[in-house]
């Protein structure tokens, strides 16, 4: 059992990904922005050819003479259509301007995690490919979860989970001596199982039934914050 102590910004943070300027055709008419591709992430909208398309896979490598280059999987947002693309990490690309909003998770399938708008009660279906950790995101998703969703020309594209959770802890180690992978104040540390099979390492002082704040990296990496009620 766990609950959420905050929800995302508003907005998804100007990450992404060379710049080819187009004017989008879409009926938004959205104006992009500048992205460097060192700070490319999974689920970034971007200009390609043209047209918005979410970013499925970033993955960086050296070639010969230590020449860096980022390959980039590519989903055109409206067609499926997919590419791949290789840059150099000095390229730009636009980005593409998107609306979010926080809806509450229903369930999952292979292939969509698909939430609810509390307000207008509409369903949508969010891939899984471009949500936040992709299919690692699934073992923190559980009834209700508070899901960021974001939008383009009215379909959902890509999602991010709160950056904070409380959960129960489940399984953890009765005593560990303060001297194992002991901290410089001399707290000691050891791993604990919470809702999802999620593991996360917690003081020594942590038992079973125990509800403890969790900070979620970019990652989804757990970090231990703090004991709560």
């Known amino acids: 059992m766990y609950r959420f102590t905050s929800l995302l910004p508003k907005a998804l943070p100007a990450t992404g990904v060379r710049a080819t300027r187009v004017v989008l055709n879409t009926p938004t008419g959205a104006r992009g922005y500048k992205l460097t591709l060192n700070n490319v992430r999974i689920g970034q909208v971007i200009e390609y050819r ?14 010969g003479r230590g020449s860096a280059h980022i390959k980039l999987d590519l989903k055109d947002v409206v ?40 307000e207008t009660f509409e369903q949508h279906a969010v891939p899984i490919e471009t949500m936040q950790g992709g299919e690692k995101a699934l073992a923190f998703l559980q009834e209700s ?43 000691g540390y050891k791993p604990a199982t919470v809702a999802g099979d999620l593991r996360v390492e917690v003081p020594d002082f942590c038992v079973v039934g125990d509800k403890i704040e969790v900070q979620v990296d970019e990652g989804l990496n757990l970090k231990y914050v703090k004991r709560t009620k």
């Open 50 to 63: 043209g047209r918005a398309h979410v970013v499925t896979k970033a993955a960086h490598s050296v070639m």
């Open 79 to 118: 067609t499926g259509s997919r590419y791949t693309e290789r840059y150099k990490t000095s390229d730009t690309v636009e980005g593409i301007h998107i609306s979010t909003k926080v809806m509450q998770y229903l369930y999952h399938d292979d292939e969509s995690v698909h939430v609810l708008d509390n």
């Open 145 to 187: 979860t508070p899901i960021n969703v974001s939008f383009l020309e009215g379909a959902a594209i890509t999602a991010k989970l709160p950056t904070v959770f409380v959960f129960e802890i489940l399984d953890t180690a009765e005593n560990v001596k303060a001297a194992v992978n002991a901290t410089a104040k001399g707290v």
